[in-house]
């Protein structure tokens, strides 16, 4: 079993940053492609960013593309998002988990963007 931890958000300000962390214990996650999610207030839960397990490839959703960097410490079983110039949409619930075929899903980590 893989349990996965989200933390780093808060509120922030329209144009700030802030960066997540997402850890997992209990089995490694270096050899899955992981990503982001994100789940706003009565929406569904939508796919943000993945990496490939080696670091060496990411995918980002438009709306958050080139403002957002995911990047991935296979050795301390972590995965990072570092987010940038955020707005008032990107306030959500964001959660790691595989690619596909997905662990449990953790608490996630509340972002709200507001002024």
């Known amino acids: 079993q893989v349990q996965l931890v989200e933390s780093g958000g808060g509120l922030v300000q329209p144009g700030g940053s802030l960066r997540l962390s997402c850890t997992a214990s209990g089995r490694t996650i270096s050899t899955y492609v992981m990503a982001w999610f994100r789940q706003a207030p009565g929406k569904e839960r939508e796919f943000v960013a993945a990496?490939?397990?080696?670091?060496?490839?990411?995918v980002y959703s438009d709306s958050v593309k080139g403002r957002f960097t995911i990047s991935r410490d296979n050795a301390k079983n972590r995965m990072y998002l570092q987010m940038n110039s955020l707005k008032p949409e990107d306030s959500a619930v964001y959660y790691c988990?595989?690619?596909?075929?997905?662990?449990?899903w953790g608490q996630g980590t509340q972002v709200t963007v507001s002024s």
């Open positions: 988990n595989k690619r596909t075929d997905w662990f449990a």
């Open positions: 990496i490939s397990w080696s670091g060496g490839s990411t």
